[in-house]
């Protein structure tokens, strides 16, 4: 069997995942900790969290009589960072390639297929990302990395900047269950600098993180968030830059970022998105996972960002856009943005 799962690997490792395991298709280890955090209400919006719980916390609701779970991971973000244009948004680093979720499925499935050839009695599921498992508590018990105070999976090599995948199969391999480390010891730099509070040891809210609300929340963003949100148009790396993990070390030089992850826009002019219609944001999302987000959220987006440049910075342009939004915005979302930001602009 030890022999069948390192076949397993080998076949990812061909498909150029930069890691690769296989772990026990058991249930979470964190089943109590995990229901209060929905209890909590610290997913916000994120209803579709609720919606699946005890699928979530058991592969074997996923996928009846699973038996393993194989667990990959793609290396992402280039180790320097490119300085920013000024009147530019930041976008997090993992949306500045293409889609990871299409590049990652399409070569899960490769490999799955290969192992229905070789299993064909048995079933194998690609996910990534949008099913309902844990892809992180997997990835760790499988031996891929850590999970750090940030709830990110970090590896030596690669650090935290890395996207997951999994295979969930019946098919029962040899697993290489590792005990779960603690990777932090007494660091707490990512909770230091998290600049909304979002953390505390390995559990975020996600009601107050920067990636949370600039992604997945649609509705209005409290303007007590938005000094915070700084010039984050998409996402938010904070967490992740601070950590000793990330630092750019001999060793991390080395690792490949897959080439689908080449970064082709780090940010977006402020002013451009300002006055985007949809057709301007089709295009300028096209093949990216920033296209879930829509026109009206990354205006509001935008708005911010622009509410924060505009306390630094002169730009009669950008402030004329903001005062134009707030009195005939395009949807009440980008309207009530575009009046909360010149409220703190003529209150600061
Ligand atoms: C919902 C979600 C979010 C939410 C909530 C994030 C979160 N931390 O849960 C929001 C929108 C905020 C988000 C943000 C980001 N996300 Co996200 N997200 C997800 C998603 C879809 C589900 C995660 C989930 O189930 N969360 C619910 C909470 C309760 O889960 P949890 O933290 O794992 O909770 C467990 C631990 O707290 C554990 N626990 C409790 N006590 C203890 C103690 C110890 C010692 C340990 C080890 C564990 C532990 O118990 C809980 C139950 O297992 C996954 C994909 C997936 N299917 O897994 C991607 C995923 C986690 N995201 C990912 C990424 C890249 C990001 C961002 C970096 C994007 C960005 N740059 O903006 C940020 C990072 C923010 C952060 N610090 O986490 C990657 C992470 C890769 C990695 N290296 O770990 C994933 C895996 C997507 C992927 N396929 O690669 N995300
Ligand atoms: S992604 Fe940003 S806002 Fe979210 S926890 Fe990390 S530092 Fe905080
Ligand atoms: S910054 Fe420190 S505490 Fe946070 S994940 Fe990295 S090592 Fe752990």
Redesign the pocket.
């Known amino acids: 069997m030890l022999e069948q799962s390192q076949q397993v690997v080998d076949l990812c490792l061909a498909q150029d995942f930069a890691l690769a395991g296989v772990v026990v298709a058991n249930e ?1 280890a ?1 089943k109590q ?2 229901e209060e ?1 929905i209890k909590q209400g610290k ?1 916000g919006e ?1 209803e579709w ?1 609720e919606r699946n719980v005890g699928v ?1 916390l058991d592969p074997k609701k996923l996928l009846v009589d699973a038996k393993s779970v194989i667990c990959v991971a793609d290396r992402y973000g280039d180790i320097e960072e490119p300085n920013m244009p000024l009147g530019h948004g930041k976008i ?3 949306a500045r390639g293409q889609d ?1 979720h299409k590049g990652m499925k399409k070569r899960l499935h490769i490999v799955c297929d290969e192992l229905k050839k070789k299993y064909p009695e048995e079933t194998f599921k690609a996910c ?10 997997f990835a ?1 018990r499988a031996g891929l990395g850590a ?1 750090g105070k ?5 590896e030596q090599s690669v650090g ?1 900047w ?4 999994v295979i969930v199969t019946t098919k029962e391999f040899a697993a290489s269950d590792v005990e ?1 480390v ?1 990777p932090c010891a007494s660091c707490t730099r990512c909770i230091d600098a998290c600049p909304t509070d979002a ?1 505390t040891p ?3 809210d ?1 009601r107050k ?1 920067i ?2 609300l600039t ?2 929340h649609r509705t209005q963003i409290d303007p007590k968030f938005h000094e915070s949100i700084g010039d984050w148009m998409f ?3 904070i ?2 830059e601070v950590c000793p993990h990330n630092q750019p070390t001999a060793k991390a030089q080395q690792a490949e970022v897959h080439p689908s992850y080449k970064a082709t826009h780090s940010s977006l002019d402020i002013m451009d998105v300002l006055q985007w219609d949809e057709e301007a944001r089709r295009k300028a999302f096209q093949g990216s996972s920033m296209k879930r987000a829509k026109l009206e959220m990354m205006q509001r987006n935008a708005l911010i960002v622009a509410g924060n440049f505009l306390t630094k910075n002169e730009s009669p342009e950008m402030y004329a856009l903001v005062v134009q939004m707030a009195s005939e915005g395009p949807k009440s979302l980008v309207q009530q943005t575009a009046k909360d930001v010149l409220q703190r602009l003529m209150l600061l």
């Open positions: 979470s964190f900790e995990f955090w997913q994120m969290m979530r997090a680093r993992y990871y990534v990302d949008t099913a309902p498992i844990l892809e992180r508590e760790a999970i940030h709830t990110l999976l970090l935290s890395m996207l997951l995948g779960v603690d953390i390995w559990e975020l996600a993180c990636s949370y992604i997945e996402g938010c790396d967490c992740q």
